[in-house]
């Protein structure tokens, strides 16, 4: 049963526009949400994180939104950049619950288009 | 700087061969984690520490191995690789704070022939 779910594994964007990444998850126990950027033959590297209390959480051009009762959160990038083409997970932890884990998606691959 | 280095970056072996990849950090983390990637799968969790002699079983166990002797280190073993065991490892670890924010090592691409 997949807890973290990222429904598409690929995006296409033009450079300059906004990109939104989707996440989905099912555990009500998940009070923590981040994002992962992650580049060909590199380890995955932390982006941006929101708490369950929060809504918004913005740094940058980076900006997630987190919709509880829907248990929806969404990363959107402005303006895109060729940089931003990378494999982005969306992760969860349920620290409250006394979890040191982390509950990642399958990842979005996202594609800057000059 | 503190960091977290996974040897060998490249490993080729045979079916049935034991296989140990290393990890290590510097950040005197107290977790630290083995996953996997594979295309379709994303990240997947094979064992994890949560301190020195504390090893658990992630979500895909079966035919790994792991011992915490130290702070620094989190080796990985496979008692005897199958083919099906080729992919991407990454090691990371953790302070434990709320977000749980995980650092990741650079991975180790393993080839099982």
Redesign the interface.
């Known amino acids: 049963d997949q807890q973290v779910k990222?429904n598409s594994?690929s995006l296409s964007v033009q450079e300059g526009r906004i990109s939104i990444l989707n996440c989905d998850y099912t555990n009500s126990m998940f009070d923590?949400f981040?994002w992962?950027k992650k580049y060909p033959?590199?380890?995955?590297?932390?982006l941006i994180?929101i708490?369950s209390i929060k809504d918004k959480n913005e740094d940058g051009r980076f900006t997630v939104f987190l919709n509880k009762s829907a248990k929806h959160l969404s990363l959107h990038i402005v303006p895109s950049q060729p940089g931003d083409s990378a494999v982005y997970?969306c992760a969860a932890?349920a620290?409250g619950a006394g979890?040191?884990?982390?509950t990642?998606?399958?990842?979005t691959k996202l594609s800057v288009i000059p | 700087d503190a960091e977290i280095t996974q040897s060998p970056r490249h490993k080729i072996t045979e079916t049935g061969r034991q296989v140990t990849l290393a990890c290590h950090q510097t950040w005197n983390h107290n977790n630290m984690f083995w996953y996997r990637q594979d295309l379709g799968h994303g990240l997947r969790l094979i064992h994890y520490s949560y301190g020195v002699h504390d090893t658990n079983k992630g979500e895909v166990s079966d035919g790994y191995s792991v011992s915490r002797s130290n702070t620094e280190d989190l080796p990985l073993t496979l008692e005897s690789a199958a083919s099906s065991q080729t992919s991407v490892y990454f090691c990371a670890s953790s302070r434990g704070t709320a977000y749980n924010e995980q650092f990741f090592g650079p991975g180790t691409r393993l080839t099982v022939l």
């Open positions: 990222q594994p923590y981040l992962y033959a590199e380890g995955p590297t932390f994180s708490s997970f932890s620290h979890s040191y884990q982390l990642f998606g399958k990842g």
